[in-house]
């Protein structure tokens, strides 16, 4: 996997670790040391949290210890303050981080949890969680002329297993969450480095899957169930290169060398949804979802008109008719 992908990442380390916090969180810190910058935050497109230091304060520290130094080599690794392109797998994260700050259930040989960084220069950020989406739906399930698509995307970052069966249960409720996807971005000198973090599920996850659970609310879905065969380390390599290849076509085209394809698996078009805001968690606007503008925001029909929602703003979910 390392010779298919160095080319395009020249400097690539690949590196798996048994067990960690968060993967982003690895490359976001080490990213930081690696600029000078020690608890610098990103802005958009990414929500940047505090580092959750090993002693479990939330805060950066005070002192910045020296890359090279033994504390840092033994908290972040072998290539800590290291600025290259990386691609870091934990068989299980501790404090596995999804959007707007929920957590991802990692269980050692039942996910798979990486994340990549890499510098980036896309003339616009907006819908490269949307353009990831599709490269991993694309992977995982490549496209066949004439046949709906099992894998669907739901607006902003999630990856949905489409159940198969009525038409009226369709409508009640449309799949299970299979995965997600986390950007996030830190400033490095005169160039910013994206770390996208991807968690999915690869075998049944009762437990953090049941009734009451917040973060999966409609339930969640498995890649066995498509692919009885399916291990981490296979959909690691099915994904990667095409992850890779993604976020090169992203950084020259945008989101609109990815809008025919979203549109094949967008998950909420022609969908009652309603729109939250992100921190307050109280509605906005609900109404049809119509698809996706040219960069990616969501296209909702309300009774005041069409409106445009951008990722960063809002959670979404399927209104009551529709959950």
Known sequence: MWQQLEPWLPGLSIEVLAQT????????????????????????????AHVR?????????????EPGSAEVDAAFGRRAGDTQPALVVAEQQTLGRGRL?????????QSLTFSLSLALAPRDWLGLSLAVGVALADALEPPEPGQAPRLGLKWPNDLWLLDRGSAAAAAAQPGRKLGGVLIETVAVGHQRMVVVGVGLNIAPLEAACGPGRREFSSGCASLQEIDTTASAPAALHRIAFPLVRALRQFEREGFGGFATAYARRDLLRGRAVETRD????????????EGVGPTGALWLRTASGLEEVTSGEVSVRLSASDA
């Not at 993967?23 to 929500?47: D, K, Q």
């Not at 992100?278 to 979802?289: E, P």
């Open 21 to 48: 916090e968060s993967t982003n969180s690895l490359l976001l810190e080490r990213a930081r040391l690696g600029s000078g910058r020690h608890g610098a935050r990103g802005p958009a497109p990414g929500e940047v």
């Open 53 to 65: 230091t090993r002693g479990g304060d939330t805060e950066p520290k005070a002192r910045r210890a």
């Open 101 to 109: 700050g929920r957590t991802w259930h990692s269980r050692a040989g």
């Open 278 to 289: 992100a921190l307050q968690g109280v509605a906005i606007a609900s109404g049809i979802a």
